[in-house]
Nanobody, 119 residues
Framework: VQLQASGGGVVQAGGSLKLSCAASGNFFSVSTMRWYRRAPGKEREVVAG???????YYTDSVKGRFTISRDYAKNTVDLQMSSLKPEDTAVYYC??????????????WGQGTLVTVSS
């Protein structure tokens, strides 16, 4: 099972970027998918998440600027980031709860993708 993230890059403050993540491999199902980030010198934090029922949550600092969405058929999750600020600079990680065996779900991580917002 693999989570493949893409879409990072360098953008000026006020700009937009879209991150995408796809789950691939052999598994039964994907439930909650999330985006985390780790800014330089800071702890990793959850940015946004979306359950299979469509429940969405955001960390306060990105509310109104970031939008998470999923394609349940393709097992993908996107993060549309707008009005980016220098403090959004971080390595962003895709995360998902995936059922690989009948015993239950495990948590998987994608490789990080760097987002740099210049002032």
């Amino acid at each position: 099972v693999q989570l493949q993230a893409s879409g990072g890059g360098v953008v000026q403050a006020g700009g937009s970027l879209k991150l995408s993540c796809a789950a691939s491999g052999n598994f039964f199902s994907v439930s909650t998918m999330r985006w985390y980030r780790r800014a330089p010198g800071k702890e990793r934090e959850v940015v946004a998440g979306m359950t299979t029922r469509g429940t969405i949550y955001y960390t306060d600092s990105v509310k109104g600027r970031f939008t998470i969405s999923r394609d349940y058929a393709k097992n993908t999750v996107d993060l549309q980031m707008s009005s980016l600020k220098p403090e959004d600079t971080a390595v962003y990680y895709c995360n998902a709860d995936i059922q690989v065996t009948r015993d239950g779900e495990d948590e998987y991580w994608g490789q990080g993708t760097l987002v740099t917002v210049s002032s």
